[in-house]
């Protein structure tokens, strides 16, 4: 196994578990530092596969606009009942 074989395996990996905290947490901030993490990731992942254009995309797109977008979202949302598990 090459050493790029094993950093695509780590980032699958991290890809996956913040895929999970993003489905699955209730905390509207939890999920949005949690999907800009995977954005991020998986523009590091496209940058290991060569693919320049898709990573910058990435980036520029979901990484960056649609965290941007979330994070508003969070500053417009009024306060509520927690919600217990």
């Known amino acids: 196994m090459e050493m790029g074989e094993i950093v695509q395996i780590l980032l699958s990996i991290l890809i996956v578990f913040s895929a999970i ?5 209730k905390k509207i901030a939890r999920v949005a530092q949690a ?6 990731l998986i523009a590091i992942f496209f940058i290991t596969l060569s693919a320049y254009y898709a990573a910058a ?6 990484a960056g606009f ?13 306060g ?3 919600v217990e598990d």
Not at 21 to 25: F, N, T
Not at 35 to 40: A, E, G, P, V
Not at 70 to 78: D, E
């Open 21 to 25: 905290i993003v489905a699955e947490s």
């Open 35 to 40: 999907f800009s993490i995977m954005s991020t």
């Open 57 to 62: 995309f990435q980036l520029a797109i979901y």
């Open 66 to 78: 649609i965290s941007i977008i979330i994070l508003v979202s969070i500053a417009l949302m009024k």
């Open 80 to 82: 509520g009942e927690e």
